[in-house]
């Protein structure tokens, strides 16, 4: 936000979130990051309550926006620190959600979008469409993370199989 003081924010797709398991792997993880904005993508989830966000979320992680899972895949989460951030859900889609946070001790603006990009090809069309016009004109400051499921050449598979079809618009 300024030079004295950093916002750490985590992006992770953690396909799935619905066990102990899970839930201890991610609290470890996010108190070894000690970060202030979490991003969640493929949660697997079609709803969160602030009970559920305990399970794994340090008591500091206490405000929340999420969008649904459709079926088995997708589910976004976006986890902030409500004493430092006074945060406002800008926007919530199937592809992103994107909040507006205002530091509590400086009053500096930035915005955080949390994207989970569709893994079929059918659906990746909208969700670059939707990219491409992604309005930020009136964001000074902006991080745009996630997981696009996008990539540039089979090389960048992090692993071997897959349909060529689903790889590219081409």
């Not at 950093?6 to 396909?15: A, G, M, Y």
Request: charged content about 25%.
């Amino acid at each position: 936000m300024n030079n004295n003081r950093q916002t750490k924010v985590l992006f992770w797709n953690i396909r799935g979130i619905n066990s102990q398991e899970k839930w201890d792997a991610i609290g470890d993880k996010i108190k070894e990051s000690a970060c202030h904005v979490l991003c969640l993508q493929e949660t697997k989830r079609e709803a969160f309550d602030a009970f559920y966000i305990k399970k794994f979320c340090p008591r500091n992680l206490d405000k929340f926006a999420f969008s649904p899972s459709i079926g088995a895949s997708g589910g976004l989460l976006t986890v902030w620190n409500n004493s430092l951030f006074d945060g406002t859900i800008i926007q919530v889609n199937s592809y992103a959600i994107t909040i507006k946070l205002i530091c509590r001790f400086d009053k500096k603006c930035m915005h955080i979008t949390n994207v989970y990009g569709p893994s079929n090809l059918d659906h990746k069309m909208a969700f670059a469409t939707w990219l491409m016009n992604l309005d930020t004109d009136n964001f000074e400051n902006w991080a745009l993370g996630g997981d696009f499921n996008l990539i540039r050449n089979p090389d960048n598979r992090n692993r071997p199989g897959g349909s060529r079809r689903n790889e590219s618009f081409q």
